[in-house]
């Protein structure tokens, strides 16, 4: 099992990059792989537009990949995402409120806040004597959702010509992405490596909490930790990209079925196939979608696969 799973981390780490080299060259300037260093300017395009929308789709991919998989092993929920239990929406909201009263000016730090804010927001409700139970999450996450978009509403609504800013960027996309952005970036891999270091207890605590406290972990701070650290890739994903959903639900399930329920293997596996199917989502738009939003193109299969999944935990 650990040679297999070896196997496909080094496949995963192979296909993204081989992703990245091909996302570089595809796009609508170049109809053709090659076409684009025909072009007189070739080299404005590939450094100033699709090499940092490149290296920032994948590293956001990762964030919310990571974040979904230390979220669903918190809960032992393989429903848990940051989109789903309200943790995007507090994030683009607080991004939000950057844009309209400080022009975007430390959007970054205030979709960090409202990440954190809406996801201890939600586990605070959904808990009951210590636990927190499946649908008690998810109802939480879907009724703090609802009020948090009617604070968006609001906000729209008054941000006058900042509206069409906000409303492309609360659609999920790469457009404006420059190299600044991948600066605020880099700090994604710093967030995975923390919870990477706590994946052993994220082993423990999913045999159940009663046991991971026999075990010795410490599992109110180990939650706190994790929650934590979810709500700051979530964040910084949100400041990036804006609300792109789904990614953090779907590569943790599809890993976990490949690799196995391991998080020291699950965690880089899932991070690296998130990366993955971002870019080419990405990509994608970019290329025969006119650029459309990326976040429509993660609802339309994301969506399907958590009714999925939905029904599956229904018949079991």
């Known amino acids: 099992m650990r040679r297999t799973a070896l196997i496909t981390i080094l496949s995963l780490t192979g296909i993204l990059l081989a992703s990245m080299a091909c996302a570089v060259i595809l796009g609508p300037a170049s109809s053709s792989p090659g076409a684009l ?73 205030f979709a960090f806040i409202g ?64 190299w600044d952005d991948v600066r605020i970036a880099i700090l994604i891999p710093i967030g995975c490596l923390v919870i990477y270091l706590y994946a052993r207890d994220i082993n423990i605590i999913s045999l159940g909490e009663e046991d991971a406290i026999h075990l010795g972990v410490n599992v109110e701070r180990l939650k706190q930790l994790l929650l934590f650290a979810s709500a700051f890739l979530t964040g910084i994903a949100v400041s990036i990209a804006g609300a792109i959903g789904f990614i953090g639900l779907i590569t943790p399930h599809v890993m976990r079925l490949i690799v196995g329920p ?46 999925y999944l939905l029904r599956s935990r229904m018949k079991a």
């Open 37 to 109: 260093f025909a072009l007189p300017n070739a080299w404005k395009i590939f450094w100033d537009v699709r090499l940092p929308r490149v290296i920032v789709s994948a590293l956001v991919g990762c964030a919310l990949a990571v974040a979904g998989t230390a979220m669903q092993g918190l809960f032992r929920n393989s429903m848990a995402d940051p989109y789903i239990i309200g943790t995007s929406s507090g994030g683009a909201l607080g991004a939000t409120l950057s844009i309209v009263l400080f022009a975007g000016t430390g959007r970054p730090v």
């Open 115 to 178: 990440a954190t804010v809406a996801t201890f927001t939600v586990y605070t409700i959904a808990r009951q004597g210590g636990k927190v139970p499946v649908e008690t999450l998810l109802l939480s996450g879907v009724a703090l959702s609802m009020l948090l978009s009617a604070f968006l509403s609001f906000l729209m609504y008054t941000a006058g010509k900042s509206l069409h800013q906000i409303m492309f960027w609360l659609m999920g996309g790469f457009w404006n992405v420059s």
């Open 262 to 307: 391991d998080h020291r293997i699950l965690l880089p596996a899932a991070a690296l196939a998130g990366g993955i199917l971002l870019l080419w989502s990405d990509t994608i738009t970019r290329t025969f979608a006119g650029d459309m939003p990326v976040g429509i193109i993660t609802a339309c299969f994301g969506a399907p696969f958590f009714i």
